[in-house]
């Protein structure tokens, strides 16, 4: 059988021609640790399992060009999740014999059916089944008998019975999830109903699957007994973050603290957009799961609530007539195409808001408040429009870009915020606790003529507040924009948890400057939850580097000279621990919160380089990739992205920053916090130093490892 096996493999790659890839992967960007396909787009992770000392990876793949189209599944195998074979694909777009596409197969997941219980195989030969939805892109009778529309989207199955290689569509009965229940059932649904993730729940001896209604934002749970009829038995959502398309749900159960008498379930979801920066991101849940239902524990769901209780109003824009008034809070001064003019509107019967397109997106200038007093800890405020974040390397010069709002102390911006690319408004807010009793003012900055897109801002009312407003709020599994349809690993032991996801955005996905192929997986990422600030917290760790790395460099100071530090080691693949204590959280003839800066793929002086941070005053870490490289190639790819970071108990910061050709992942303290970025800087920027604010840190400790070419 062994024989027989190999035979028909070689025989498959023979005929399917598939490539060595041992000459190629040094392209520029070219990931050396993440799994990227040898060529063409990909995107979701699909059909994660471990069967038989083998990782399967299937993916979202366009077999044959470099943007989303004639969507498979590629394939992927490893037996470390570190080096990976890429192999021949595993379930080919469907098309008429004129070459037009009948079905693309969308998003899904697979497992062992050791049972048999789909009857596609046997006991001792169990078949693996792949459950996966089918958008038909054609009004269509099926070989089921079965007719579908254009558009629609179901859920299907295919089984293996030479252990994922090849695959049988089970065309006798596909789709088995024909349209989403009765009740659910809405010209909207039937063509959004989409990513089935199953998994056998060994307690209620059934199969489990979770598929979303991306716009109802909602998940629906069905048990089957044979992965062939499906029943309904509930529903979770909408909750958090509802602004975007709900996708690729995952379930899944994880001990607490690493306690197997408390276990808790974790319900995984993308939104996009609606994303904690920009576009697409992934969202999750902790709660209990009883084989039916899943109910999210209640500290994990936050109430659509507009600014927290016991706000005062810094500016609600009440007056409609004229920005300088004796009715609006603040008065207000324009320059640019925003002199003379009354950017206030009414939005709804209840509020007003300030909305910069006047007489069109290309009007740019600036408004800016009168001075006040920064009189509590917090600001809070409503917020739309275009994406171009406050860059300070542009700001206040001609090619200043951004639509913002700024806040301003002693001339400085202290704080800024920006849109979504949509007209919805969603709060933000900033911690200004390091500001308390200073004398600010606030900036409305539309420097973007609309040429890409959204060239204006719309903000609603700002409030001060004792803390941020909650509406939006949601568990962020990652807080940068490159972590989507995340998806963990079947037929792990007990509850391994390892997870992946795609590391791009909706965004800007299609225009990433890399070739010939587009998009790298995320690094494999072991998932736990463990209690953190009293809350129950999904904590993520790279799935285990140490067979590829190396230390380079370690160095330990008591207290940090001067301001500014180059390491004597460079590199472009890089895992790197950065520990430190906290002296204190602001130096004021510094005039900035005490901040550690990490930069890596620098040039020599530092004038290019993405930046790792952490801002000792707002307790949050933060990358900053507007000079990381190529950011030209989409007006919304360049930003700073930031996440809340607690030092541990003993007062001490941990970054574990991971760096790769084109990617760079930060995972903050024990992982509870992490930001994954693209990045595309030029090759020989390989330059790495720390820049911080002079006094604020001691016991500093840092590690650099070189990761090896998994490629080679
Ligand atoms: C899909 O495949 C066909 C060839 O079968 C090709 O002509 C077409 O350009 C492909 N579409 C995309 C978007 O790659
Ligand atoms: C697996 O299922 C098929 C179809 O029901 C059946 O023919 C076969 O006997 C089963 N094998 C075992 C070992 O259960
Ligand atoms: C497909 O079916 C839908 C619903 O019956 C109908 O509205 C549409 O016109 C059909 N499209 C084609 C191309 O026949
Ligand atoms: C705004 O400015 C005008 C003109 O200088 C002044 O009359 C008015 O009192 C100011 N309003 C507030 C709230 O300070
Ligand atoms: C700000 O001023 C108030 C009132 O004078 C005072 O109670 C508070 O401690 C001050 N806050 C800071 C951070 O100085
Ligand atoms: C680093 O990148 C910048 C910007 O692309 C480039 O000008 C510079 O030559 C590169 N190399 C070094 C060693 O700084
Ligand atoms: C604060 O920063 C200045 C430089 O901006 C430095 O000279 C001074 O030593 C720092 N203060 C402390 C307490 O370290």
Redesign the pocket.
Known sequence: MFYSTIIRKAILFASLGVLCVAETYQEQYRDQYHFSPEKN?MNDPNGMLYHKGVYHLYFQY?????????ISWGHATSNDLLHWTEQPIALE?R?DAG?N?QEYFYSGSAVVDTENTSGFGTRGHPPLVAIYTSHYAQNMTLPSGKTVVSGQESQSIAYSLDDGMTWTTYDAQNPVIHEPPTEYITADTIQNFRDPFVFWEDSQKHWTMVVSLPNDHMVLIYTSPNLKDWTKVSTFGPANAISGQWECPGLFPLPVDGDKNNVKWVLQLGSNPGGPTIGSGTQYFVGSFDGTTFTADADTVYAAVGGPAGSSVVEDWQDTSSLASSTAALNWTATGDFVGITPVTGEDKVSNVLDTYFHGDSNTGAITSEAFVIAKSFMNFRIAGGYHPYNPSTYGTPSDTETSLNLKVNGKVVRSATGQNTGTLAWQGWDVSNFANQTAVLEIADFNTGATGWGHLIVGEILFSESLAEEQKANWVDHGPDYYAAATYNGLDGYDRVAVGWANNWAYGSDIPTNPWRSSMSVMRKYSLATIDSKITLVQEPYNLAPISSTCYDKKWDTLPGSQFDLPVTGKSLDVTLAFDIVSTINSSAQEDSTMRLLVRSSKDGSHATVIGYDASTQQFFVDRTNSGDVNFAPVFPGTYSAALIPDAHGRVTLRVLVDWSLVEVFGGQGESVITAQIFPSDDNESISLSYTPGAFKNVYIKVKDVASVWK
Do not use: F, L, R
């Not at 366009?62 to 004639?70: A, F, R, S, V, Y």
């Open positions: 787009w366009n077999p044959g060009g470099m943007t989303w189209g004639n777009v098309k070459g596409v």
